[in-house]
Nanobody, 113 residues
């Protein structure tokens, strides 16, 4: 089974940017939809963005126009570019195939002044 490792999180001021990476242990070329998700303290997981095998994307309303999901099948990596970050974006961010039910370790994003 392909494993995914998220990285790139950190502490950033409101209005700042971060780029998250999700690197797979094997090929993602045959994996269809990939997604980024997040979980804030006390909340359940929520979908942030999804990217399908042909490159089409879907975003949560709360991040439209600020976040961009992309995938590089040659590098077995999925990215999440996050701009104009807000305190309410603070959460642990996870990456996984849409069909997968288990979660990885995630990467913490904290937006605070």
């Amino acid at each position: 089974q392909v494993q995914f490792v998220e990285s790139g999180g950190g502490l950033v001021q409101p209005g700042g940017s971060l780029r998250l990476s999700c690197t797979a242990s094997g090929s993602i070329s045959s994996i269809g939809a990939m997604g980024w998700y997040r979980q804030a303290p006390g909340n359940s997981h929520e979908v942030v963005a999804r990217i399908f095998s042909r490159g089409s994307t879907v975003y949560a309303d709360s991040v439209k126009g600020r976040f961009t999901i992309s995938r590089d099948n040659a590098k077995n990596t999925v990215y999440l570019q996050m701009n104009s970050l807000k305190p309410e974006d603070t959460a642990v961010y996870y990456c996984k195939p849409v069909y997968q039910t288990s979660w990885g370790q995630g990467t913490q994003v904290t937006v605070s002044s």
